[in-house]
């Protein structure tokens, strides 16, 4: 599991390698909720994925290995992007962990 550092923004862009993949990532907020999209070697995965505490992001297996989530350090709330990375931090999970993490929930 890697923690994927983020700014307390609303709305971020930036790249980033994981598990040898080229990822672009959005992040923004679009009402009360934060949304990710994420591009692979500057092809799109996916837009619009739901950010909540303790729910892989993406919501279909795709082209990308792994998958995200973010865990709020202080309960069980909806990430906030005033708090990000002190409250609530986004983390990369590889496949094998992914499979774990199902096996928790």
Do not use: W
């Amino acid at each position: 599991m890697i923690e994927i550092p983020l700014e307390q923004i609303p709305n971020q862009i930036f790249e980033i390698i994981l598990n040898n993949q080229d990822c672009t990532i959005h992040m923004f907020l679009r009402g009360d909720y934060l949304y990710l999209d994420l591009m692979l070697d500057n092809e799109p995965v996916f837009y619009g994925a739901i950010c909540y505490d303790r729910t892989k992001i993406l919501p279909v297996n795709s082209i990308f290995k792994g998958n995200f989530i973010f865990i709020d350090n202080l309960g069980r709330h909806k990430p906030e992007y005033e708090k990000l990375n002190d409250r609530y931090k986004l983390y990369y999970l590889t496949s094998d962990e992914v499979i774990e993490f199902d096996n928790l929930i």
